[in-house]
C-alpha cells in the first residue's frame, strides 16, 4: 500500500490517512503480508506483526495542504515526489509484492505506476475527492490522472459519484469502496431524547470541508433555535483558523454556547462524538468522508451539506438531516430540521448505515477483487 496520507493510530492530524492505519491492519489481520509506504518527517521502518510500516522523509507535512498553484510550496512538492518514488520503488525491488495499492491515485497511483513498470507487478488506484475534484481541474494534471487510471488494474473511489467521474476521466469503470476506520462502539450515553442537544464539527479547518458554513449558519439562527443547544464544539486545524477562531469568538461573545479545539487523536475523537447528539458535515466538496462513518459507529446521526454521495446515503439509511444547498443558508434550515427532529429518531438507519461503513468489509471486500492479479 502507498499512501501519502497515512496515520499510526491516535494521530489526529492526518487528514484522509486517518483510516489507512485500520484498513491495512485489516488486511494483515486477513492473513496478508501487508506493507505501508508512507511520508514522514524522518524516515523509519518498522514491523507489527504481518504489517511493515515503511516512512520516507519529506519537507513538510500534512501532503494535502501542498499546492502546485503557490510558488513556495513548488520545492516541497518536487521533493516529496522524488523521495516517494524512490521509497516505492525500493520497497518493491525490496520485497516484490503481489500488488500495489495506490492511496490515492496522485500522486501514490504515478509512484506505483512507475514501480509496476519496473518490476512487472500490477496495481491498483483508490480516489478520494481532492484527487479528482482538485488535481482534476487542472488540464495538463488531468491528463496525467486519465494516463494513471487507465493503466491500473482497478480504480476504486470512496464515493459513488465521485467513481462516476473516475470513470469519466479514465474512460474506464470504478468501484464504490467505502473510506473507514475502526472507529469504536456505539457510546454508552444514547443521544438526548429531548432538547437542548450537543453538535460537533471534526474536521480540517479547509474550504473544502466548510466549517466557515457552518458558524456563519450559526451565526444566523434565532434565539428560539439557540434555546434547543447545549453547546457546540469546532474541532480541528487549518488554513481557515483565523477565520474560524474569530467567529467562534464571535458567537461566544453574543452568548452562544460554541467552544473551539484542535486536532484531536482517535480517542479524543471518540469522545467528542460520545459527548455529542449530532455530527455536522457542512462541506462545499466531499465524496463520502470517514468522519460519517465514525458518527455511525458512535451512534450519531449528521446534519450535512448535500455534497458527493451524502444526500443518498442520509436518504437510503435515514441516519441524518441533508441540507438542501451547500450553504449556510441551506445548513441552517438543516439545522432547525434536525433540532425538531431531534436525534433518537435517526436511531435505526445509523444502526444499519454502522454496519454498511465497516473497514473489515471494505478490506475483505478488496482482496476478493484483486486476488486474480496475483501471480
Known sequence: MVSSSYAQAGEGAAAAGVFVHDFATALAEAGVDTEIVAPALEASLERRGRLLIRRFEVPRLPLSLLSPLRAYDWLPIMR????????????????????????????????????????????STWALGSDIWSLGKLPVVRAYLASVLRDASFRFADGQKLGTEVSRISGLDCLFLPSSRAFGAPAPRRPAIAPPYRLAFLGRWHPNKGPDL?????????????????????????????????????????????TAGGYLDHAAAYELFAWADFVVIPSRIESIPVVFSDAMQVGRP???????????????????????????VGLGRALRRALASGPASFAPGVSKAADAFDVRRSAASYLELIRHTVR
Not at 495506490?102 to 506505483?112: M, Q, T
Not at 469546532?234 to 460554541?258: F, S
Not at 449528521?302 to 449556510?328: F, H, K, N, Q, T
Open 302 to 328: 449528521v446534519i450535512a451539506s448535500p455534497v458527493g454521495d451524502l444526500p443518498r446515503i442520509l436518504a437510503d439509511y435515514a441516519c441524518g438531516v441533508a441540507a438542501d444547498a451547500a450553504s449556510a
Open 214 to 258: 457552518l458558524l456563519e449558519a450559526l451565526a444566523g439562527l434565532p434565539d428560539v433555535e439557540w434555546s434547543r443547544i447545549e453547546a457546540v464544539r469546532i474541532c480541528g486545524g487549518g488554513p481557515l483558523e483565523t477565520e474560524v477562531m474569530q467567529r467562534v469568538d464571535a458567537l461566544a461573545r453574543a452568548g452562544h454556547p460554541v
Open 80 to 123: 516529496t515526489l522524488s523521495a516517494g518514488r524512490r521509497a516505492v520503488a525500493g520497497s518493491c525491488a525490496a520485497t516484490r509484492p503481489d500488488h500495489i495499492f495506490a492511496l490515492w491515485a496522485l500522486p501514490c497511483g504515478d509512484w506505483a505506476r512507475q514501480a509496476a513498470r519496473r518490476h512487472g507487478i500490477p496495481y
